[in-house]
């Protein structure tokens, strides 16, 4: 294992340890390894324990061949995690359910700490009930607390009696603004037995647009619940060795294009070169013209362009913004040396990509993405084609007659037709974490009220800002009233219409798109437009900046043509898009006088909340399980947790299968995150504790309820399993040849103490990373898994919960006669046991098969022996204690 001295140097007197990377790599080949090879090189050496991470890690880095890298997975260890409230919650659960089973076991509970630092931001439960009034924030917030109230009461006893864990409440910001303004470090400075280091800032979070930092220079992306635990307890995070793909940018952009057309253009071009499970970074001589809100923007959508992070260097520009935002001087001082000795301050020379892709920064133009997909990027003029295209016509042409029907709508006669636009929100921090879209925004509006344009009645229309600063610089511009005068009245400080929380629309207007069956549209300043995702009436929805949501407002209809037709008239005079479009210099004076330091200390100098404040929760080591809760409660993850006894046997005998599954099954078909059904397992135990359907919530706002998600485990009305002739969550108990629910038969086998196994086909667990379709399989009494080949999040996953994942070459699921009971005899847990399945086929035949175990590294052979990562944590905390 090789030995990495540490080096010093001094910033204002402070004296730092540092690994210095041109000691592991000479000066040449230093310089031509990309900057997210290097941040990740300099992780592992500091943290190298030849377990954890090993000299395998660091030798892959170094050995990195950006024409041939190998099939390989890696591990590095993150500085801190970030989570907002949705996905935090289950792993907030789990953590009081360890101090609880420390306590049981006769030790100290407050043992029990997250190891890294962790901050959740509570941004996903505000909905946009209110609006178009100057108390829709005041009464968005009343009923987003008297809603959650439940899980913030968990939440605030969770900060209350945690280390390394800060709660950011509700109505501060967006997570990743939150991020990117306050809490990013970019370089650490720690402080650990007596000396003081300095090291890359990098994270994981949970939730895809964490990649947003990336604008900043630093390292992070986004990951599922499971893996963010591992992290937190201080595991390393496993990926495989990335291809890097280089993207040169040069030229600038023209006067009036902003940098969500940039993003648009630049999804729709990676999304064409395939960008999947690659780092991207951007370099080149243009990068020096983008302002580090532009950047932030651009790594923002780097999920939606399909690459693990999007990162580009940190140079004056990104000083300059930590300046802004109230980042000390001693900091700023510290992560320019640092960076300096690092070799990666500014521009690296020389660097070595995978491949190399050309973005002309003059070629991009006004863009709007849908109506359906991020990559849909179209200019203005096409626009409405795309919409005319994608209504739903018998007829052959474009040329779709668009049905109008008549509303009385506030005292008005209106008409609502095909193509009209019914949300219209400046929401989401890829948009309003820039002051230059923000301020152009409201730029525009003044421009139009000045001009006697209004919004239509029938437009919903919402400010959602992700930091309250945002709402600082549009008040000490003036500009908010002009926004206010449009309807764009500020409705809270949360996701809102950008994750689909934009609340009902007006009852005659829904009513009227129902009874109708009416293509209508949604226009936002967010990241995403699937079908159904802002609102479930809503078919198509328009990704834009936030001076053209203002501008589509107004036009109310999204088959205008914003390059050539009028907005509207006003005393017979037809007023276009240029009429009110801000010019560059318009914004950037309007950046450089309003946006100030000031604002940035106030808000993050002191971050409170009235009714957070308001919440009162006893602090104590443990938590007080409330056994009628259907929102928060202890799972049984450490049931029969014993201290000194590891899992030594792992062949698994006479198992029945819960499922056999074709291939591409997704996580979502395992553990689906939308509405339940009244009728299903999870909605019959709600019902028999008293919630009634209309108050069943979600399965993603009831994730920290095990008895909840376990029986919505493979409850997905869309999965197949092939054992029954029917779609959804059914099976076959098979000692009664019954047919029943999932989870009904599971419970049924456990009852009797038969092992389960689940056999699928190839990509098995492809899909977002949920942390519980891996939980929830284990809950359900599955002892290994069967597949073909895995999706690398969901492989972990199982791992981390103790469930064996194996891949066969040979066997074709449907094949197998269910109804004989499986064997698989395994040598050893071990990277590179042996391990044999025996089945019998429909004919009677018995086969045994060699399988390969998916237990990779000598860590998820430890996860393994520990029963899951969680208990592995578990006997580590307490055994160095």
């Given amino acids: 294992m090789v030995e990495i001295k540490e080096e010093t140097f001094e910033v204002d ?71 907002q409230d949705f996905t935090g919650v289950p792993a907030v659960v789990d953590l009081a359910s360890m101090r609880d089973t420390v306590k049981k076991l006769g030790k100290d509970p407050e043992l029990i700490n997250p190891q890294v630092r962790v901050d959740l931001v509570i941004d996903h439960s505000v909905q946009v009930d209110y609006y178009g009034e100057s108390f829709a924030i005041e009464k968005n917030e009343e009923l987003e607390f008297n809603r959650n109230l439940e899980r913030y009461k968990f939440l605030k006893w969770a900060q209350k009696s945690f280390k390394n864990f800060r709660v950011i ?15 990013a470090e970019v370089i650490f400075d720690y402080e650990e037995k007596g000396k003081r280091y300095a090291y890359f800032d990098t994270l994981v979070g ?36 990335p291809e890097v793909i280089g993207v040169r940018l040069h030229g600038e952009l023209n006067p009036g294009v ?71 001087d001693h900091k700023i001082k510290l992560i320019k040396k640092y960076l300096e000795l690092q070799g ?103 421009k139009a009220v000045e001009l006697g344009l209004k919004v239509n009645p029938k437009v919903k229309t919402s400010l959602a800002p992700g930091s309250r600063v945002v709402t600082d610089y549009l008040t000490e511009s003036g500009l908010i009233d002009y926004l206010d005068k449009l309807g764009f009245y500020l409705v809270g400080y949360g996701c809102t219409t950008c994750i689909g929380n934009s609340g009902p629309l007006d009852k005659d207007v829904d009513e009227a798109i129902i009874k109708n069956n009416l293509n209508v549209v ?89 009714r957070w404040e308001s919440i009162d929760v006893p602090e104590s080591p443990v938590y007080n399980w409330d056994e009628s809760s259907t929102y928060i409660r202890n799972p049984p993850f450490f049931e029969n947790f014993k201290l000194n006894e590891l899992i030594s046997t792992f062949s698994v005998k006479g198992a029945y299968p819960l499922l056999i599954l074709g291939d591409s099954v997704t996580t979502d078909h395992i553990s689906p995150a939308g509405s339940i059904p009244k009728d299903s397992p999870a909605g019959k135990y709600l019902i028999e504790h008293g919630v009634k359907p209309e108050d069943f919530n979600s399965y993603g706002s009831r994730r920290g309820n095990h008895e909840v998600m376990m029986r919505g485990t493979f409850a997905n009305v869309r999965i197949r399993n092939l054992m029954v002739n029917k779609e959804g969550g059914y099976t076959i108990f098979i000692p009664d040849n019954k047919e029943m629910s999932v989870y009904d038969a599971a419970m049924k086998y456990r009852s009797m103490g038969i092992p389960l196994v689940v056999v699928a086909g190839r990509e098995y667990g492809t899909g977002s990373s949920r942390d519980w379709a891996a939980k929830g399989t284990y809950l359900l009494g599955v002892r290994a ?8 999040i969901h492989r972990s996953n199982l791992v981390g919960m103790g469930v064996i994942p194996i891949e066969y070459e040979s066997l074709n699921p449907q094949d197998i006669d269910f109804t004989k009971k499986i064997d698989i005899d395994i040598d050893g847990i071990d990277p590179g046991s042996k391990a044999r399945m025996t089945y019998t086929d429909k004919n009677g035949e018995s086969h045994t098969v060699p399988v390969t175990l998916r237990v990779d590294t000598p860590a998820e052979a430890d996860y393994i022996r520990n029963g899951g990562i969680l208990q592995y944590s578990l006997r580590k905390i307490l055994s160095s204690n």
Avoid at 47 to 75: C, F, M, Y
Avoid at 169 to 183: A, D, F, K, R
């Fill in 522 to 610: 949604s226009v936002l300043s967010g990241n995403r437009n699937f079908e159904a995702r802002i609102h479930k009436d809503v078919k198509a929805n328009y990704l834009m900046s936030p001076p053209l949501v203002v501008a589509y407002a107004i036009a109310g209809n999204i088959t205008i043509n914003l390059d050539k037709d009028p907005l509207g008239e006003v005393n017979g005079k037809k007023i276009y898009l240029k009429d009110i479009w801000p010019s560059n210099n318009e914004i950037k004076d309007a950046v450089n006088k309003y946006v100030k330091k000031e604002m940035y200390e106030k808000r993050y100098g002191n971050i409170t909340n009235k």
């Fill in 169 to 183: 409440p509700p109505g501060t910001g967006i997570i990743h603004q939150v991020n990117l303004e306050y809490l």
């Fill in 258 to 328: 902003t940098a969500t057309d940039l993003v648009l253009t630049i999804t729709e071009l990676l999304r064409k070169v395939n960008v999947v499970d690659k780092f991207v970074e951007f370099f080149g001589p243009s990068v020096k013209y983008l302002s580090v809100p532009e950047r932030a923007t651009v790594s923002n959508m780097c999920p939606e362009y399909g690459a693990t992070l999007a990162l580009f260097p940190i140079d004056d520009q990104t000083l300059d913004y930590l300046r802004t935002t109230g980042r000390s």
């Fill in 206 to 241: 949970t939730d895809s647009h964490t990649t947003m930092i990336n604008g900043i220079g630093v390292l992070g992306w986004g990951v599922g619940g499971i893996e963010a635990e591992a992290a937190l307890l201080g595991q390393p995070i496993t990926i495989s060795l």
């Fill in 13 to 83: 007197g402070r004296k730092y340890y540092y690994y210095p990377l041109n000691k592991i790599l000479d000066g040449k080949r230093l310089e031509k390894l990309p900057r997210s090879l290097r941040i990740l090189l300099e992780s592992m050496v500091r943290n190298l324990d030849g377990r954890s991470i090993t000299q395998d890690d660091i030798d892959a880095i170094v050995n990195w061949n950006p024409s041939n890298v190998p099939d390989k997975e890696i591990r590095f260890k993150v500085s801190r995690v970030v989570m």
């Fill in 344 to 446: 990666m301050f500014g521009e690296s020379e020389g660097v070595e990509y995978t491949k190399v892709i050309d973005l002309d920064l003059s070629t991009v133009k006004p863009s709007v993405a849908g109506p359906k997909l991020p990559q849909q990027r179209l200019d203005l003029d096409q626009v409405p084609s795309s919409f005319l295209s994608s209504v739903e016509s018998n007829s052959d042409s474009h040329l779709v007659s668009l049905r109008k029907v008549p509303l009385k709508l506030k005292g008005q006669d209106v008409e609502l037709s095909d193509g009209d636009i019914v949300i219209a929100a400046i929401t989401s921090c890829t948009n309003t974490s820039n002051p230059y879209v923000m301020l152009a925004a409201g730029l525009v509006a003044k």
């Fill in 785 to 792: 898994v069967l597949a073909k080949s895995y999706e690398r």
